[in-house]
Structures are given as structure tokens and as C-alpha cells.
């Protein structure tokens, strides 16, 4: 059975086919985390497009899939910063939708940003 997307959380735990409650929680679950530098969660779906929201609130948009037949063209690495845990909800939804081409019209920034930009 193939599954459409799932959600990773800072555990390394993953979590097959959340609804939106589900996706929330593990969001929510960067509150608790105390451990690492740079806790995040993730969602992917089965083209292997990946959103990664870290505690600082950068968003991560990758594939990271080496199958290049889906309809989305390839791109590097792609970052949003000072995003909130709603917004991350709004794009997580997106993405398990399939909606891969609204993510793609997002403002993306090209470089990480540093860690004096995130503080």
C-alpha cells in the first residue's frame, strides 16, 4: 500500500497519512523538544517533496526523491523564515493535497539562513 505522505517528528518517528489534528500535534511537538541545536519536524509526500519546519521557524521546501517523473520541475534547496506553526499547517496540508505547485509560488529564498538572522 503506498502511502501519500507522512509526517516525521523530532523523534525520527514517523506518522503515515496524519489528518490535520495529527499534523498539528507533531508541530506543536517542537514546543517540547530540548535536545539538539536545530530541532525540526518534516512532511513528505511520495513525489519525495519535503517541507521541514525547524523550532526557529524556517521552513525547508526539497525533494528529496531522485525520481524526476513527477509534473513539478527540480529545484535546489528553497527556505522561508519566520514561519509560524499555523502557516507551517497551511503548507503541510498543501503538500499531503498534492498541491505541489502552490508551494512552488511561495516567496522561497535560496540561501540558509545564518544564525544571526534566525535570532
Same mark, same amino acid.
Given at each position: ?5 507522512? $509526517? =516525521?517528528?523530532?523523534? @525520527?518517528? +514517523? ?17 517540547? #523538544?530540548?535536545? @539538539? ?6 512532511? =513528505?509526500? +511520495? $513525489?519525495? /517533496? =519535503? %517541507?521541514?519546519? &525547524?523550532?526557529? @521557524?524556517? %521552513?525547508? /521546501? ?16 528553497? &527556505? ?6 499555523? #502557516? #507551517? %499547517?497551511?503548507?503541510? =496540508?498543501?503538500?499531503?493535497? @498534492?498541491? %505541489?505547485?502552490?508551494? *512552488?509560488?511561495?516567496? /522561497? *529564498?535560496?540561501? #540558509? ?7
Amino acid at each position: 500500500m503506498d502511502v501519500p505522505y507522512h $509526517t =516525521t517528528d523530532v523523534f @525520527g518517528v +514517523s506518522h503515515m497519512a496524519p489528518d490535520e489534528d495529527q499534523m498539528r500535534e507533531v508541530l506543536e511537538s517542537l514546543e517540547d #523538544a530540548d535536545f @539538539g541545536e536545530h530541532p525540526y519536524v518534516s512532511l =513528505t509526500h +511520495s $513525489t519525495g /517533496w =519535503t %517541507l521541514s519546519y &525547524y523550532e526557529s @521557524g524556517v %521552513l525547508l /521546501w526539497e525533494n528529496l526523491s531522485d525520481d524526476e517523473d513527477d509534473d513539478t520541475p527540480s529545484q535546489p534547496q528553497r &527556505y522561508l523564515r519566520n514561519v509560524s506553526p499555523e #502557516a #507551517a %499547517l497551511r503548507y503541510w =496540508t498543501q503538500l499531503a493535497e @498534492g498541491r %505541489l505547485r502552490d508551494l *512552488q509560488r511561495l516567496q /522561497w *529564498q535560496r540561501h #540558509a539562513p545564518s544564525e544571526e538572522e534566525e535570532e
